[in-house]
């Protein structure tokens, strides 16, 4: 049960997405999690699947959260301290206006909040941290950005970067390099 045979350690290599891993568990009569190990001890990895449903919300919404997004809304990296990446694209829209916000998370996902204000007028911040729901915003409200065209095409190449690395633990140093990279690129758009 323990000993992979050599056929069993060629399936391993189709490994595109994270469903082939319960295919492969079913085939080599193993757990999924065993499987993922083996995967990840041969240096094999999975593709992060980003589904495309942006293409399902009305035109007006699109223009409505378009133009709000250039007025109010922010794109920029994080900075994490965890052993899998040390940064992380964040979409972030704030406003009084929480009426506006649950468009965002209604269509979008992420998570509101409320925020204190020095004036104590209340706030509420809307922000995106979950990669296919930022490719699909992204891919949302391009077309139709202005103000923050050139972050948004920033923000689109890291995700398509990070889809490609195809690791979920250990990141090559090249895709931490460029990750600091556009973190500063990001940081200088947003004083502009």
Same mark, same amino acid.
Request: charged share 30%; aromatic share 12%.
């Given at each position: ?22 295919? !492969? ?6 757990? @999924?999690?065993?499987?993922?190990? /083996?995967?990840?001890?041969?240096? !094999?990895?999975?593709? +992060? ?7 399902? !919300? +009305?035109?007006?919404? /699109?223009?409505?959260?378009?133009? #709000? ?6 794109? @920029? ?8 990446? *040390?940064? @992380? ?5 704030? *406003? ?8 965002? *998370? ?10 204190? #204000?020095?004036?104590?007028? +209340? ?14 915003? !992204? ?21 398509? /970067? @990070? ?23 990001? /940081? ?5």
């Amino acid at each position: 049960m323990y000993n992979w045979t050599k056929e069993q350690t060629e399936l391993l290599k189709g490994i595109k997405s994270e469903y082939d891993f319960d295919r !492969i568990a079913v085939l080599v009569n193993k757990t @999924r999690s065993a499987v993922k190990t /083996k995967a990840n001890r041969m240096k !094999i990895y999975s593709y +992060p699947e980003i589904e495309i449903y942006h293409t399902k !919300i +009305p035109k007006e919404i /699109k223009a409505y959260l378009s133009g #709000h997004f250039d007025g109010e809304g922010c794109i @920029r990296m994080e900075s994490r301290y965890s052993g899998r990446l *040390s940064r @992380r694209l964040i979409i972030a829209v704030s *406003s009084a206006n929480n009426p506006s916000l649950e468009l965002y *998370s209604k269509y979008f996902n992420g998570h509101i909040s409320a925020k204190k #204000h020095f004036t104590n007028k +209340p706030m509420f911040s809307w922000r995106l941290t979950n990669q296919e729901d930022l490719y699909n915003f !992204i891919e949302f409200i391009l077309l139709f950005s202005i103000e923050k065209q050139q972050q948004l095409i920033l923000g689109k190449e890291w995700i398509l /970067k @990070r889809c490609e690395e195809r690791k979920t633990v250990a990141l090559s140093n090249e895709f931490i390099e460029y990750s600091n990279k556009v973190a500063e690129q990001l /940081k200088q758009l947003k004083k502009l």
